[in-house]
């Protein structure tokens, strides 16, 4: 079974800030939370990855709540291209991953 | 990061036959896993490819069904067999570990159509 829940589905504005939430309450001490996206049945691509601190990248930014229970992804300044099904998953040690049903985000014009 | 090349990128099969999928990685990798995603689903654990020995199944998933070779760090192959119409879905790959500094790597996916 996958370690996280994630909504369903999200729209966003384009141009305008997307926040994707995931819950991980069973996450390990030594487990790092991933984002991916799937964008149109393509590999998933990887986003960003932190521990317990907030991470920033050219792509987005991950704020991981104190007691690591939780995980929001941001993506700054959506664009119709930001389209896809973004994945949350916990892992630690390049171990098997069971991925969730992940959010389809869908940025409209 | 590791690049993973996948082929075929797609292809239609006809019952009772078999499909070979290729994966090959440009710098060598500690894990290998195999994916199925099926129309409109997430992606489903099929097997740990496991260099030099048999692969790690999960949950409903068989080598008769599925095998998988692993001969090296930058090569895996899952062939697809005795394939049915259920078996109509895309086969990913993903690498982790070894110059793949964080995360997993995936290539492009196998989109199979059985007839």
């Known amino acids: 079974d996958a370690k996280t829940t994630q909504p369903p589905s999200m729209d966003c504005a384009e141009g305008r800030a997307a926040n994707l939430p995931c819950n991980h309450s069973?996450?390990?001490?030594?487990?790092?939370v991933y984002w991916y996206r799937q964008i149109h049945s393509q590999g998933p691509q990887y986003i960003i990855h932190?521990?317990?601190n907030n991470e920033t990248n050219e792509m987005a930014s991950l704020i991981i709540t104190e007691d690591r229970k939780s995980s929001t992804l941001i993506l700054p300044h959506a664009t119709l291209r930001d389209t896809a099904v973004y994945y949350c998953?916990?892992?630690?040690?390049?171990?098997?991953?069971?991925f969730g049903t992940g959010t389809k985000l869908q940025v409209i014009p | 990061s590791a690049v993973i090349s996948q082929k075929p990128s797609r292809d239609i099969c006809q019952r009772g036959t078999s499909l070979t999928i290729q994966c090959q990685v440009d710098?060598?990798?500690?894990?290998m896993f195999w994916y199925r995603q099926q129309p409109g689903q997430s992606l489903t654990l099929i097997a740990t490819?496991?260099?030099?020995?048999?692969?790690?199944?999960e949950s409903g998933f068989v080598i008769d069904k599925f095998p998988i070779s692993r001969p090296n760090l930058t090569f895996s192959t899952l062939t697809v067999s005795n394939m049915s119409p259920e078996d109509s879905s895309i086969y990913l790959c993903?690498?982790?570990?070894?110059?793949?500094?964080?995360?997993?790597?995936f290539g492009s996916g196998t989109r199979l159509t059985v007839v």
């Open positions: 998953i916990v892992e630690g040690g390049y171990q098997k991953v069971t």
């Open positions: 069973t996450i390990s001490g030594n487990e790092y």
């Open positions: 932190g521990l317990k």
């Open positions: 710098s060598q990798v500690t894990m």
């Open positions: 490819a496991n260099q030099g020995s048999e692969a790690t199944y």
């Open positions: 993903s690498g982790a570990g070894g110059e793949v500094s964080y995360g997993y790597t």
